[in-house]
C-alpha cells in the first residue's frame, strides 16, 4: 500500500515542481533555475543525512555498476526537460507525455532486463494499456 500511496505522491510532486521550476525560469534562465533545483536538493538531502543516520558517504565509491551513479546528472536533463515541455505545452500535456515515456522506457527495461533490473516477459495486456494511454492522450489534446 506505501508503494501505491508514495507513486501518487511522487506523481503529484512532480507536477507541482514542474510548474514553480517553469515559473523559475520565466523569471531568471533554464541554468540558473535548474541550478538552484538540483543545489536545494542537494541541501535537503544533507539536512536529512544531518538527522537521520550519518551513513558513510564513502559507500558511494563501494557502489558496482559506477554509471548507475549518473542519476543526478540525468536529475539535472529531468529537470531541463521538463521545464521546457512545461513552458511549450503547458502542465497537463508535458505530464501525460512524460508519463507515457517513463511508461514506455520502464517497460523496455524490464522487457530487456537492463540495468540489473529482472528480465519480465512481453505481455500484450501491457502492450495494450500502453496504447490506451496514448489514445487519451490524443483524446485530451482533442479540440
Known amino acids: 500500500m506505501w ?3 508514495s507513486a501518487l505522491i511522487s ?3 512532480m507536477s507541482i515542481q ?3 521550476n517553469t515559473n523559475v525560469t520565466k523569471q531568471t534562465s533554464l541554468w540558473v533555475s535548474t541550478g538552484w533545483v538540483q543545489f536545494s536538493a542537494f541541501l535537503v ?4 543525512w544531518l538527522f537521520t543516520g550519518r551513513e558513510s558517504i564513502g559507500a558511494l565509491w563501494q ?3 559506477k554509471y548507475t551513479l549518473l542519476g543526478g546528472v540525468i536529475g539535472a536533463f529531468i529537470t531541463i526537460t521538463v521545464i521546457q515541455s512545461m513552458g511549450s505545452l503547458g502542465p497537463a500535456r508535458s505530464v501525460m507525455l512524460i508519463v507515457i515515456s517513463q511508461l514506455a522506457v520502464a517497460y ?7 540495468f540489473g533490473v529482472e528480465r519480465a516477459d512481453f505481455q ?3 502492450l495494450f494499456g500502453m496504447l490506451i494511454c496514448i489514445a487519451g492522450v490524443v483524446i485530451f489534446k482533442w479540440k
Open 11 to 13: 506523481g503529484a510532486l
Open 18 to 20: 514542474g510548474v514553480f
Open 45 to 48: 538531502c544533507v539536512a536529512a
Open 3 to 5: 508503494g501505491f500511496l
Open 63 to 65: 557502489v558496482e555498476n
Open 124 to 126: 500484450w495486456r501491457k
Open 108 to 114: 523496455l527495461i524490464e522487457l530487456m532486463g537492463l
